[in-house]
C-alpha cells in the first residue's frame, strides 16, 4: 500500500504510546524502514507486518488495531493536504458514503497505482444504511469500522455499525448496516 497508510500507523504508535513502543513495533515488524513516503508504493505485507507487530506488542486483537487506524485515518488525512478532498465529498457522513468511489478516483489522481477499495451504499429508510465494501485485499473490514466512526465523529453523528456480512473468497464482500442519529446538541 501507499506509504501514505504506513506513515499513519507509524504517527498513530508515536502518537498515543511513544517512541520506544515504535522502536519495538518497527523491530517486531521486522521492517528495516525508518519512515515511508506518502507517494511511493509499498508491498501489502509491510502494512500487515505492522498491524501483527502493534498488535503483539500492545497485546491487542488485531482487529482492534485495524479499526483504531480507521478512525484515526480520517484525522491523519487532513494533516497531510487532503482535508479539502474529504470535506469536498460531503456536507455529511450519508453524502460522503454515497461518494466513496469517486473520492477515491480523485486520490487516484495523486496515487498513479492505487488500488482503491469500491464502496456501494444503499439508504434504506431515514439513518439507516447498508454498505458494501469490496476490496482486492484480505482483513480490512475492521479498518472500515474505525473509518466509519471517524466520519462519524467528523461529521458530530452519533453512528452504530455491525457487520452484517463477511467476505468469504472472491466475489463476495463485506456488508454493513449503519445507523446514524446527529449527536443532541444538549
Ligand atoms: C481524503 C481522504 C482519503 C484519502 C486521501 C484516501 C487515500 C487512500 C489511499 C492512498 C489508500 C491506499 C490504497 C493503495 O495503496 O492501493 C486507501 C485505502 C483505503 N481507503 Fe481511502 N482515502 C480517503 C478516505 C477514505 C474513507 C473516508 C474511507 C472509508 C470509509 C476509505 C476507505 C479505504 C479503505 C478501506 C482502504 C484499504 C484498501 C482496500 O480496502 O483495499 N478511505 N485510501
Known sequence: MYGIVNKA????IHTRFGED???????R?????????????YPDEYTYALVRATSE???LPAEQVLETFGEYWVEYVGTQ????LLRGAGNNVQEVLLNLDNLHTRVGLSFAHLRP?????????PGELRL??????QGLAPMVVGLLKGLGRMFHTELHVVQT????GAGTADEFLIRLQPASSS
Open 9 to 12: 500507523i507509524v504517527e498513530l
Open 21 to 27: 513502543t515504535w522502536e519495538r513495533i518497527r523491530g
Open 29 to 41: 515488524a521486522g521492517l528495516e524502514e525508518e519512515l515511508f513516503i506518502s507517494l511511493d508504493a
Open 57 to 59: 506488542e500492545l497485546g
Open 81 to 84: 493536504g487532503y482535508g479539502e
Open 117 to 125: 477499495p469500491s464502496f456501494h451504499c444503499t439508504v434504506l429508510g
Open 132 to 137: 458494501r465494501y469490496t476490496s482486492t485485499r
Open 165 to 168: 456480512r463477511h467476505k468469504e
